[in-house]
């Protein structure tokens, strides 16, 4: 549904403490993600990810539009900034900053995903 919080990516600068401490700390296992460097997040709702390449930071959340460019525009015109639409093996993404310069991404599934 639009607006639903659909999932959230951990960066990380150590893949493998970082599997240790969340591990550790909510019983979360992991499974390869589909780009380097990624991990699947298995069990917490919504589903998860992690991401090392760089340093440590604040978890990206992604909230769910039903059509990408409509999103975009949409944040745009609300005063927001929008990147141009990602095409990613799910759908398509693009970050965003809202009026106030908070960070967050819309994602909009596949036609054709069911989701």
């Not at 639903?4 to 403490?17: G, H, N, R, S």
């Not at 019983?27 to 298995?42: D, K, M, Q, S, Y």
Request: hydrophobic share 35%; glycine share 16%; with cysteine.
């Amino acid at each position: 549904m639009a607006g639903d919080l659909v999932y959230f990516v951990i960066p990380t600068a150590d893949a493998e403490k970082a599997k240790a401490f969340y591990a550790d700390l909510f019983g979360w296992e992991f499974t390869e993600g589909n780009v380097p460097g990624g991990l699947n997040i298995e069990g917490p709702t919504p589903p998860g990810g992690m991401f090392e390449g760089g340093e440590g930071g604040s978890p990206s959340v992604y909230f769910s539009v039903d059509e990408i460019d409509a999103g975009v525009a949409k944040v745009r015109e609300l005063g927001g900034e929008a990147s141009e639409p990602e095409k990613i093996a799910s759908g398509a993404m693009s970050h965003c900053r809202d009026d106030q310069g908070n960070e967050f991404n819309l994602w909009a599934p596949k036609p054709d995903s069911g989701e």
